[in-house]
């Protein structure tokens, strides 16, 4: 799958899905699906064994799974996002009914891209610095390190994946797939909460 090119994935609605932290978040929990659903560690009713990937039980291939379930996903992200915001809005000055039609729209005074890479260069809350994805062997290498060449990737519309990663670094893949788990992509949702508050 992994092999695979870019138009046998569903892609989302956005025109910059890359960019879209919802499909990110959905395409991250497609591949989690997938991964379970191979090693047949599929939670919900019924034994593992009835939920594993068997494609002579007639499971779809694993990439069409994956599409179905990416979209499902970015449905139900996009319908939660939708259903948070109140429909008639209050001034928090006066506290009465805001008319949206008289507010005067401001300029977005730093694009989100870039907000995401002085969120990552700044590191205002120290964890990024701190968290080591390597110590040795020399040189060691910070989740702040990977996740600026994770943007570096995704900013020039080069596809990244956790193996170019773990090259870039040098490192073995098995490594950078439970790194990734365990430290990176609990970090960047983090840093995902954290700037969607702030918009």
């Known amino acids: 799958m992994m092999q695979a090119p870019k138009k046998c994935f569903w892609r989302g609605y956005a025109p910059l899905f890359d960019n879209d932290l919802l499909y990110l ?15 047949g560690r599929i939670r919900g009713k019924g034994t593992a064994q009835e939920k594993a990937y068997d494609p002579d039980k007639g499971d779809a291939s694993p990439l069409t799974l994956w599409n179905r379930r990416c979209k499902g996903i970015y449905k139900d992200l996009r319908q939660q996002e939708k259903e948070s915001i109140h429909p008639n809005p209050k001034d928090p000055r006066t506290g009465e009914a805001l008319d949206i039609n008289a507010v005067e ?14 969120e990552l260069e700044t590191d205002p809350t ?16 910070t989740a702040q390190q990977v996740l600026l060449k994770l943007y570096d990737f995704a900013s020039c519309g080069e596809k990244w994946t956790l193996s170019k990663l773990a090259k870039a670094f040098d490192m073995p893949a098995g490594s950078m797939n439970s790194i990734w788990e365990r430290k990176l992509k609990p970090l960047l949702e983090e840093m995902g909460d954290r700037l969607r508050r702030q918009l």
Do not use: F, M, Q
């Open 105 to 118: 729209a401001e300029p977005e005074s730093v694009p989100r891209l870039e907000r995401v890479r002085e």
């Open 126 to 141: 120290g964890v990024l610095k701190t968290t080591w994805v390597r110590k040795t062997p020399p040189p060691p290498i």
């Open 25 to 39: 978040e959905a395409s991250d929990k497609a591949w989690e699906y997938i991964e379970h659903k191979i090693n």
